[in-house]
Structures are given as C-alpha cells and as structure tokens.
C-alpha cells in the first residue's frame, strides 16, 4: 500500500475487537516510531506498552481527564505511552534560543510514524491527548525527567471495512501562503 493510501485511508479508531495484537505488531510500530527523524538526532520519545487489563484500566480511570467520556478505550488492546525526554543542552538550551520546541515536534512525528505503520498493518489506533501527565507517569513508573506527553490506543478495528468518514479537514487554500518568486 502506498503512504498515500495509507494516509488516506487512516482514521482514530474507538472500537475494537478483544483479539489480542501480536508482540511482533507492536515492535513494528514502535520500531517505525524510531526512525523518525529528530532535533539533533535526540530520538526524546519513550514508550511504555500497557496491555494487561488491570493496568489499562487503572491508567484509564486515573490517568485520561474527565470531560471526555473515553470507556472504549478499555477495549483497545494496547495502549501505548509516548513520552518525552528532554536533553539539557539541545532541549532546553536551544529551545530557550530559538523558541522552537523541538521535542514535542519529535514526538508528534514519532507518533505518527507509529500509527501509519500500525494503518499499513491493519491496526486502528487513536491519539489521546486528554490525559493527567503526572498521573501516568507515576503509573508507568517512568522518572520525572520523562513526560507523558500522549497515550495511543492500539487494536484490531472493530470495522475494518465500513471506516467511519472521514472527519472534516480545512481546505489547503486556508492553509497554505504561496509566495510570488520574485
Ligand atoms: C494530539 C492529539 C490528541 C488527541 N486527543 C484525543 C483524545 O483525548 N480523545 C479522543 O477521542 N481523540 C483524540 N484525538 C483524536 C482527534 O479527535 C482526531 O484525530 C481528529 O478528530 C481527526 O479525526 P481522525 O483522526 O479520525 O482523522 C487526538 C488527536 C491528536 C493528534
């Protein structure tokens, strides 16, 4: 399948199948989620893979925000933390600089290298964002210099033939400034 394709045909996936997703499938992903390009090649992205139903739960109940009701995500297989571990010098140092916050660009980029190789596969996957940083990272046990930025739900769609439709997207012509050559 063609990136195209699989851009295109990708969509955040809230219902699953309770089928379990092979060990092999998630090293792939987290594998594409490696080779994504960063600021100075600081690779800041950490995982942590959740797939016991206790602890899904638990980062569920306690880690995502009220406001937005999210119980499929229990049935997602896999949830998988993305977090961020800044380096002194090329984190803070340029970010203080240039005003760039290239972390987070590094981990969005991770991120979605991970859910287009999870589309190529056949897996839905969903971001959330809506979470209690703190909260998970004390449930994952990672040290407080990592920071879970978002948690990707993972699993074989419940739907895989009747997508929902895609979501509206703005225009590229609201998008895009083309300036005139000169
Ligand atoms: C950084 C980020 C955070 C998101 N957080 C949530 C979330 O907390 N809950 C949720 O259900 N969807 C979340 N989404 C999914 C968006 O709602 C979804 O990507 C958007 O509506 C476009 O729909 P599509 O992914 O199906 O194309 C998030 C997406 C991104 C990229």
Known sequence: MSVAKIIARRRSCRAYTSAPVPRGHIEQVLDAARLAPSACNQQPWRFAVVTDV??????IEQGFRPGLSMPWANHAPV???????KSL????A???????????????IAGEHL??????????TCWIGWVKPARIRRLVGWPSDVHPAAVITLGWPENPDAPPPQRPRKDLSTLVTWLAES
Request: charged share 25%; aromatic share 4%.
């Open 79 to 85: 949830l998988i933390v993305l977090g961020m571990k």
């Open 94 to 108: 340029a970010v203080a600089i240039s005003k760039v916050d290239y972390p987070w660009i590094d981990i969005g």
């Open 115 to 124: 859910v287009l190789q999870a589309e190529e596969l056949g897996l839905g």
């Open 54 to 59: 206790e602890r899904k739960r638990t980062i």
């Open 89 to 92: 010098l090329v984190h803070r």
